[in-house]
């Protein structure tokens, strides 16, 4: 079974800093996806950002990109400029592939970060 | 508007009574799943649905079954549910398995089983 780890139980920024949420992942499996979801206190679970683990560069969404560091098996989320609106909980969760690139259906989360942003 | 509904929203039940939560896409996607969150647990996976007639376990399915007759719905079904399955649920859908397809989340069942 795949594990996620996310280390850091919450987080603290000021707003227009950057910020790292951390996640490693445990795969022995060459082919896999990697997510990032945002939940705010709302409690809707929003995409933010997908990395395939062929994928040549790291992924890039706005604000929001992925520090996909391979040989390590960690996949950071990296928020630019943090506004007040981005504090939340965020997971990260992973799949792994087939060897034709399709997905096998199981999908497993970390446990969270929650993310403050101080004005 | 692109949507998964989920109902009932908000559900409190006794111990044993059977129940079922919904789940309807108006997407025409492929994929479905059902998910449980847990403080200090993130989400887990209870089953999934790679299309019409195909589902699969997830990482915690005991307790829980589910049906996919049709594209658009995939029911979650708790036959005798206990106060362990009190939780937060979620649906979700893509458009093709889960690689490079966003999911879409339904806005959550919380559930509490006394």
């Known amino acids: 079974a795949q594990k996620i780890t996310q280390t850091q139980p919450g987080m603290f920024v000021q707003e227009k800093e950057a910020v790292t949420l951390d996640c490693t992942y445990d795969t022995s499996d060459p082919s896999y996806g990697l997510f990032w979801y945002k939940q705010p206190s709302s409690g809707e679970m929003i995409f933010l950002i997908y990395?395939?683990?062929?994928?040549?560069q790291n992924a890039t969404e706005g604000r929001y990109s992925l520090n996909f560091q391979k040989a390590r098996k960690s996949a950071n989320l990296v928020i630019s400029a943090s506004q007040l609106g981005d504090s939340a909980m965020y997971f990260c969760a992973s799949f792994l592939k087939n060897a034709g690139g399709t997905s096998y259906g199981k999908l497993t989360f970390g446990q969270g970060t929650i993310l403050t942003v101080h004005p | 508007e692109a949507q998964v509904t989920q109902n009932p929203r908000y559900l409190i039940t006794v111990t044993g009574k059977k129940l079922t939560v919904t789940c309807s896409q108006n997407?025409?996607?492929?994929?479905m799943s059902w998910y449980r969150q847990d403080p200090g647990l993130g989400l887990r996976q209870i089953y999934y649905?790679?299309?019409?007639?195909?589902?699969d376990k997830g990482d915690v399915p005991e307790g829980y079954k589910v049906s996919r007759k049709e594209k658009r719905n995939f029911p979650l079904i708790l036959e005798s549910p206990s106060p362990n399955q009190t939780s937060l649920y979620f649906c979700?859908?893509?458009?093709?398995?889960?690689?490079?397809?966003?999911?879409?989340f339904g806005a959550g069942t919380r559930l509490s089983v006394l």
């Open positions: 649905s790679m299309n019409v007639e195909v589902t």
């Open positions: 997407m025409n996607h492929e994929y």
């Open positions: 979700a859908s893509s458009l093709r398995g889960l690689a490079k397809n966003i999911q879409y």
């Open positions: 990395q395939g683990s062929y994928d040549q």
